[in-house]
Nanobody, 124 residues
Framework: QVQPVESGGGLVQAGGSLRLSCAAS????????MAWFRQAPGKEREFVAG????????DYADSVKGRFTISRDNTKNTVYLQMNNLKPEDTGVYYC?????????????????WGQGTQVTVSS
């Protein structure tokens, strides 16, 4: 059973950058859509970015478009989220998730394996 494991979170000033990584433990990501979600304090979890199994298609929430880049390395079973020009409203716990089969969706229900999350805090 695959377990996504996130890393790379931390505290950064507004305008700064962070790179999150999500590695597969006990399984593979290579044939699946992968996505990043986030949950801010007091808010519901929301879609941030997604990438198809081949890396050929990506999707971004409007709030991060142009600042965040999702990528993957299937040889390493790892997915990345490069976050630039961070804003205080980007603060939250960031989760990596693997899709249920070959689906392309922003909905949480389309993803069945989730990591424990990594905290990102952006100070103003």
């Amino acid at each position: 059973q695959v377990q996504p494991v996130e890393s790379g979170g931390g505290l950064v000033q507004a305008g700064g950058s962070l790179r999150l990584s999500c590695a597969a433990s006990g399984g593979t990501f290579s044939s699946y859509t992968m996505a990043w979600f986030r949950q801010a304090p007091g808010k519901e979890r929301e879609f941030v970015a997604g990438i198809r199994w081949s890396g050929g298609s990506t999707d971004y929430a409007d709030s991060v478009k142009g600042r965040f880049t999702i990528s993957r390395d299937n040889t390493k079973n790892t997915v990345y989220l490069q976050m630039n020009n961070l804003k205080p409203e980007d603060t939250g716990v960031y989760y990596c998730a693997r899709s249920r089969g070959i689906v392309w969706s922003r909905h949480e229900s389309a993803y069945d394996y989730w990591g424990q999350g990594t905290q990102v805090t952006v100070s103003s």
